[in-house]
C-alpha cells in the first residue's frame, strides 16, 4: 500500500513539477494515472481556496456527512487514456466514454443508484453486474466530484445553468433571485423549456402569475422554501412530486403567490458539468484528452395534445 | 342512538379490519387534530390538500384518512428539514388552522394498507386502465399485465387521456413495441425497480414519480443496457388514485355504520 502511495505522490509531483516547468505534455512513456489527475484536482481547488475535507462543512458550518467524491469503480493506479466529465455515470455516458477513449469519468452524481454507492444491496443484480462488466472490460475508472465542485464560488453548476438562461443576479445581497423582466409563470417555463432544450417542465401554481424575481432550488421542500423567500417562484431541479408539487398545490389554493418550475435533475446541473468542468480539469491535465460527455434529456412527455 | 366514536376508537377498528401486525412508519397514523374528536363522518382522500380539508369541513366530514402526510412529510429521507422549515410557514400555517377551525382530525393510511394489501394499489392503477393483472403466487408491490401490442409513445398518450393525467413522462425509445408491462404506483426506490423489471419478458414499467439519481437512474440503466425496455412515469397522484378510490370503498364496507366519502383530487402540475 504504502509503495503505491509513494509511487503516486512521487509521480504526482513529477506531474506537477512538469507543468509548472512547461506546461506541456509529460514526456512519452511516463503514464498519468486516475490517481494523479485526482491530486490535481484537489490541488487545483486548494488553489483557489476550497480545501479538500473529508467532511465538507454544511451551509450552516457545521460539519457534514463523510464526502462522496471518492473513487466508485476501477484501480486509481490505472493510467489514464482520456478524461471525460458528466452529470451522471450511466451506462450510455459509459459506453460513449468508452467510445471515446476517455477512460476516467469524473462524475456528479452517483453511479450505482444511491448517494453513496453503495452496492451491497445489489452484488447480484443483472444491471449492476452488466454496468461493472462494461467498465471493467474497458478499464474505466470512475470517480465523483460532488461536494467539492459545490463549494467553488461561484458554485459552477448553478453559474452554468443561469447562464445558459440567460437569468442576472440582482447583486444586491439576495444570493439566489434573479431579476426577470415582468412575466408570468407559464411564460418563465416556456423559455425554460427553450433556453434548456426540453420539453418536461412542469408547472405547479398560476400560470397566470406575475413573475419579475424567481429563486433557483435543489431537490427537496425545505430548500425550496428557503430560496423563497425572497422570490415570487422557485426554479426547482427534480422536485418530489410528494411534497414540494403538494405544497405548492396548496399554497395556489389560499392565494399565495408562489409557484414552481420543475425540470429535471440533468437539466438542472448538467451544464456545470459538462464544459466548465472539462475546460477546468484540462487546464491542469495537459497530456490526454479532456471531454464533456453530454447525458441528454431522459424524459419526452406524452404526445396528447 | 349510540354517542359516535371516537376518532381513535374508529381507527383501532380499522386497523383491526385490515388485519395488519405491521407497525405504521414514521409520519403515519394520526398526523393532526385531535384523535378524541367524536366522528360521524369520514372522508377518504389521496392527500390532505387545502381544498379536501375545506370540503371534509364543509361536509363535518370529521376523520380525513389520507393516504399521504397533510404537512409533506412522505418519509423520513425528505421529511429531514420539511418539519423546522414549515413552522413558520404561512400554507402549513393556514392548513393547521383550517383542521383547528374545521373541527377534522387527519389520520394517514399508508403503509399498514399496503402491507395488508401487496399490489392493491398496482391492481388498482391496472384496473383503471383496462388491463387485467397476470396472477402471481407471491406477494408483490408490482402486477404484471398483457396487453394488445402498441408503441411505448402511444401507450403513454393512452395512459395519460384515461387517467385524467396530464405530465406523463417517458424514458427509451418511443416506438419500441410494448406487449407486457409492470405497473407501479406512487413513488418508486431501486429495489421496487429492480424486482419490477426482474422478468426479461417486461418490456415497459409503468410507474409515478421516483428519484432521479436512484430508481429512475437504475430503470435509465435498464433503457441503456441494450434490453428493450421503457418506462413510463404517470405521475406520483395519477398512479395512486385508483388505489385511493378502491381503499375508500373498502372503508365503506369494513366501516358500514360510518359515512366515508372519497374525496378526490387531480394531478397539481400541467406542462406550461
Known amino acids: 500500500m504504502s509503495t503505491r502511495l509513494n509511487r503516486r505522490t512521487l509521480s504526482a509531483a513529477l506531474g506537477a513539477g512538469l507543468l509548472a516547468a512547461a506546461g506541456a505534455p509529460r514526456a512519452t512513456g511516463a503514464m498519468l494515472t486516475a490517481g494523479e489527475v485526482i491530486e490535481r484536482v484537489k490541488k487545483k481547488l486548494a488553489e483557489g481556496g476550497v480545501t479538500w475535507q473529508e467532511r465538507p462543512a454544511r451551509p450552516g458550518g457545521a460539519p457534514g456527512p463523510v464526502t462522496v467524491d471518492t473513487f466508485k469503480l476501477g484501480d486509481p493506479d490505472a493510467p489514464v487514456t482520456g478524461v471525460a466529465t458528466c452529470w451522471q455515470a450511466t451506462f450510455?455516458?459509459?459506453?460513449?466514454?468508452?467510445?471515446?477513449?476517455?477512460?476516467l469519468l469524473i462524475t456528479h452524481e452517483p453511479t450505482f443508484w444511491n448517494h453513496l454507492d453503495d452496492t451491497k444491496a445489489v452484488q447480484e443484480d443483472p444491471i449492476y453486474r452488466a454496468k461493472r462488466e462494461f467498465a471493467e472490460r474497458h478499464r474505466l475508472v470512475i470517480w465523483r466530484f460532488h461536494d467539492h465542485w459545490h463549494q467553488v464560488r461561484?458554485?459552477?453548476?448553478?453559474?452554468a445553468l443561469t447562464r445558459r438562461l440567460g437569468w442576472q443576479t440582482s447583486g444586491s445581497g439576495l444570493g439566489t433571485v434573479y431579476l426577470l423582466p415582468q412575466t408570468t409563470l407559464a411564460a418563465t417555463a416556456r423559455q425554460v423549456q427553450d433556453r434548456l432544450g426540453t420539453r418536461t417542465v412542469r408547472i405547479v401554481g398560476n400560470p397566470q402569475q406575475p413573475i419579475s424575481r424567481m429563486a433557483v432550488s435543489a431537490h427537496t421542500l425545505s430548500s425550496c422554501l428557503t430560496a423563497l423567500t425572497n422570490a415570487d417562484a422557485v426554479l426547482m431541479g427534480e422536485p418530489r412530486e410528494f411534497d414540494t408539487f403538494e405544497y405548492f398545490r396548496d399554497a395556489r389554493s389560499l392565494d399565495l403567490r408562489r409557484g414552481i418550475i420543475g425540470i429535471?435533475?440533468?437539466r438542472l446541473e448538467e451544464w456545470g458539468m459538462r464544459e466548465p468542468c472539462a475546460d477546468w480539469v484540462r487546464s491542469f491535465v495537459p497530456e490526454v484528452p479532456v471531454e464533456p460527455i453530454r447525458v441528454e434529456d431522459w424524459f419526452w412527455v406524452a404526445e396528447t395534445r | 342512538m349510540a354517542d359516535p366514536e371516537k376518532a381513535?376508537?374508529?381507527?383501532?377498528?380499522?386497523?383491526?379490519?385490515?388485519?395488519?401486525?405491521?407497525?405504521e412508519a414514521p409520519y403515519e397514523g394520526f398526523c393532526a387534530g385531535d384523535p378524541e374528536l367524536p366522528v360521524q363522518r369520514a372522508a377518504c382522500c389521496f392527500s390532505p390538500t387545502v381544498e379536501v380539508l375545506r370540503r371534509a369541513a364543509a361536509e363535518k366530514r370529521t376523520l380525513v384518512i389520507a393516504r399521504e402526510h397533510p404537512f409533506y412529510t412522505h418519509g423520513t429521507f425528505y421529511a429531514s428539514g420539511t418539519e423546522a422549515a414549515l413552522k413558520e410557514d404561512p400554507v402549513a400555517r393556514a392548513k393547521r388552522e383550517l383542521i383547528a377551525s374545521g373541527g377534522l382530525v387527519v389520520y394517514r393510511l399508508s403503509s399498514l394498507w399496503d402491507q395488508a394489501r401487496p399490489g392493491a394499489q398496482a391492481t388498482a392503477l391496472a384496473r383503471a386502465l383496462d388491463w387485467r393483472p397476470e396472477p402471481t403466487g407471491e406477494a408483490r408491490r408490482e402486477v404484471v399485465c398483457r396487453i394488445p401490442t402498441t408503441s411505448l409513445g402511444a401507450l403513454a398518450a393512452s395512459i395519460e387521456r384515461r387517467l385524467g393525467a396530464h405530465t406523463v413522462r417517458g424514458v427509451g425509445d418511443r416506438s419500441l413495441p410494448v406487449s407486457r408491462v409492470a405497473v407501479l404506483t406512487g413513488y418508486v426506490d431501486v429495489p421496487t425497480c429492480a424486482a419490477a423489471t426482474r422478468d426479461p419478458r417486461v418490456d415497459a414499467v409503468i410507474a409515478g414519480d421516483a428519484c432521479e439519481w436512484e430508481g429512475a437512474e437504475y430503470l435509465k440503466d435498464v433503457v441503456d443496457s441494450g434490453r428493450k425496455f421503457g418506462v413510463l412515469y404517470a405521475g406520483f397522484v395519477a398512479t395512486e388514485l385508483p388505489g385511493t378510490a378502491v381503499m375508500a370503498r373498502w372503508l365503506r364496507s369494513s366501516l358500514p355504520e360510518l359515512d366515508v366519502s372519497l374525496i378526490s383530487v387531480a394531478e397539481p402540475a400541467r406542462l406550461p
Open chain 1, 154 to 159: 461561484p458554485d459552477p453548476i448553478f453559474a
Open chain 2, 8 to 23: 381513535t376508537v374508529v381507527v383501532r377498528r380499522l386497523v383491526a379490519a385490515l388485519g395488519t401486525t405491521a407497525k
Open chain 1, 264 to 266: 429535471s435533475h440533468d
Open chain 1, 92 to 103: 450510455e455516458v459509459l459506453r460513449r466514454a468508452a467510445a471515446r477513449k476517455l477512460n
